[in-house]
């Protein structure tokens, strides 16, 4: 016997064309059946959800975000990117598999109330991959009723080499385990992933420079031996730019596509320092792009120009980061962000996002850089459509976001809030209702959680402060990188360009 749901009295808005319309929506076991005009399933056999005076939208995805990081939520004030990694260690610290599950709790609570029915969720574990704990992490999206991939982050080099000017002021990082035993315990993780009904797995070389190529290349050969999408943070910051092509004596992205990594499997996270030959390449590859434009403001990364990689045919995401950078999980603050901060520069307007774009990164993109367009046997999702999953977000149409009734797609685009967002669907089952998570336990899940991270933050305080101490010694070095010449300038008033490298 199917499950089977009708959403009536909505105002639906979809891409490709984004145009509301009155519409309804016949869902069978968590897939769109049918979208007909109001009354179209009245006759149906089926529950209902009256959606009278909602915009019923595809829930956003969120590309790249870090639930790990939900207990470091505010800690930092003036980290750059590379500041945020040599505090890495201690923010991916050790922890119980129950603190690691209401992480993934938690984060898939805050991102139902932006309308978000999937993340792609990067777990950094010091110590190298925690098997458990990978699983503990997807449970926990499972349980508050979050789509997820769930990737263990890894690496087998610290940034005190990956960078060289830190190694240089503070000497050499710790030592992990060697990438066959990464790769050994991500080929553990992924032979065992739990059969669950929303979470599956992905992997996460988590910066190029950070893995030796027998770690970028065995996770790749992992990755295409289960058919799963890799994710990694690309060109993020000048400094890792810098030393990127110091260290490979090419682009960042020209050295993925030596080791055989750059691919439809790939998405690449922030994709900031690039050029016009490293967008051509993604392009090629049918890599995906997560643009992170909140964190990127956060540390001072720079502006990814999304135009560019657009007109270079590169598939564009949207994410937010995790909450050491974010700092909020909303996905429509990520989307209204992306869509602003297309139009600094010298664009002229008609190369800023358009509102089209900006919400097609937010949710078919999301859905691409996930895996969930293309993955046999499951529905997709980003749209409202028949044979795409039932990922929906409604929003109050009666907020003063929407009022008056000018332009909906711009003004869920411009004007719309977290706030705004009262119900969210995820695989045909109602999530978040009428503002509240309806999945878990909040309060005591929050509470239990406050426990937790009040001993955890007490264990690894010596760790924090010696990584505070690490860089005041090395601020000095990342600033004159900061300030380094580079062909392309991502820093807005950061100087002029300088030579190819
Ligand atoms: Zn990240």
């Known amino acids: 016997m199917s499950e089977r749901l009708v959403v009536v009295g909505g105002t639906v808005l979809t891409g490709p064309d984004w145009r509301p319309g009155p519409r309804d929506l016949l869902v069978e076991d968590g897939v769109i059946a049918a979208v007909g005009a109001p009354g179209a399933f009245d006759g149906a056999d089926a529950a209902r959800h009256v959606a009278s005076g909602r915009l019923v939208i595809p829930g956003l995805v969120n590309a790249h975000t870090h639930a790990h ?14 500041v945020s990694l040599l505090h890495g260690a201690w923010m991916g610290a050790a922890r119980p598999a129950e603190l690691a599950e209401l992480c993934a709790v938690l984060a898939g609570a805050e991102s139902l109330a932006s309308g978000c029915t999937g993340v792609f969720d990067l777990v950094s574990q010091t110590g190298g991959p925690d098997v458990a704990g990978l699983h503990a992490v997807a449970r926990g999206y499972e349980r508050v009723g979050v789509r997820a991939l769930v990737a263990p982050m890894v690496a087998d080099r610290p940034v005190h080499d990956a960078v060289p000017a830190i190694g240089a002021c503070c000497g050499a990082g710790p030592s992990g385990l060697a990438g066959a035993e990464i790769v050994r315990r991500c080929r553990e993780y992924v032979t065992t992933f739990p059969a669950l009904r929303l979470a599956r797995p992905a992997l996460a070389p988590t910066i190029l420079a950070h893995c030796t190529p027998e770690l970028a290349s065995g996770l790749g050969a992992l990755a295409a031996e289960h058919g799963l999408r890799l ?34 499997r790939l998405t690449a996270a922030h994709g900031i320092w690039l050029d016009d030959a490293d967008r051509e390449l993604l392009a090629a590859a049918g890599a995906v792009v997560v643009t992170v434009p909140g964190s990127n403001l956060r540390l001072g990364s720079g502006i990814a120009d999304t135009r560019a990689l657009l007109a270079a045919g590169v598939r564009l995401a949207i994410g937010t980061d995790g909450a050491n950078s974010a700092d909020a999980l909303d996905a429509l603050d990520a989307a209204r ?3 602003l901060l297309s139009r600094t520069g010298t664009h002229p307007p008609t190369d800023w996002l358009t509102v089209e774009e900006a919400l097609d990164a937010a949710t078919t993109g999301g859905a691409t850089a996930c895996g969930w367009s293309d993955t046999a046997g499951q529905p997709p999702t980003g749209r409202i459509a028949p044979g795409h999953a039932a990922d929906l977000a409604f929003l109050d149409l009666g907020s003063r976001a929407f009022t008056p009734a000018n332009d909906l797609a711009n003004q869920l685009l411009t004007a ?29 899940a929050t509470a239990r959680f406050r426990d937790l991270v009040a001993e955890w933050h007490e264990r690894h305080r010596p760790a924090r402060e010696q990584a505070a101490a690490q860089a005041r010694a090395a601020s000095a070095a990342l600033a004159t990188l900061r300030a380094a010449p580079w062909p392309t300038d991502r820093l807005l008033g950061g100087g002029q360009p300088g030579p190819p490298p």
Do not use: C, N
């Open 69 to 82: 990081t939900l207990p470091v939520r505010g800690v930092a004030r003036d980290w750059t990117l590379e």
């Open 231 to 264: 994710h990694t943070h690309l060109a993020e910051s000048k400094p890792q730019a810098l030393a990127g092509a110091d260290r490979f004596g090419r682009s960042i992205t020209r050295e993925l596509a030596r080791l055989g990594l750059l691919g439809e």
């Open 416 to 444: 719309a809030r977290a706030a705004d967002v009262t119900d969210v669907m995820v695989a045909g089952r109602l999530a978040y209702r009428d503002r509240e998570v309806s999945t878990v336990d909040l309060a005591a």
């Open 337 to 339: 962000l992306a869509a």
